[in-house]
């Protein structure tokens, strides 16, 4: 029989995965749109629209926000598997005290 308090971890563990799944998703924007994130983050990095940037200017851009969305995509990853591991340790400690 768990403890309550097990249970709370695992309720806690389960939660962090997804809220790391929903983080993920929303990270990888970039990664597969450059161009249209560029465009909606142009006027906050040049105060110009998207269309009057130089082609330099466009690229720099896009490189930058699909850099960031990769950094994203490997942050998310290391804590998934964190909390996975932190997962999987409190469960064989959960079923120790139970056996």
């Keep these: 029989m768990q403890t309550p308090n097990g249970v709370s971890r695992f309720r806690r563990a389960a939660g962090l995965m997804v809220l790391a799944a929903v983080t993920a998703t929303f990270a990888g924007c970039a990664a597969y749109d450059p161009q249209g994130t560029a465009q909606a983050y142009a006027p906050s990095y040049y105060n110009a629209s998207y269309s009057s940037l130089s082609p330099e200017q466009k690229m720099q ?22 909390v996975g591991r932190l997962a999987q340790g409190t469960g064989i400690l959960l079923f120790a005290a139970r056996h």
């Design 61 to 82: 851009l896009e490189d930058h926000l699909a850099n960031q969305s990769n950094q994203a995509w490997r942050t998310t990853a290391q804590v998934g598997s964190a």
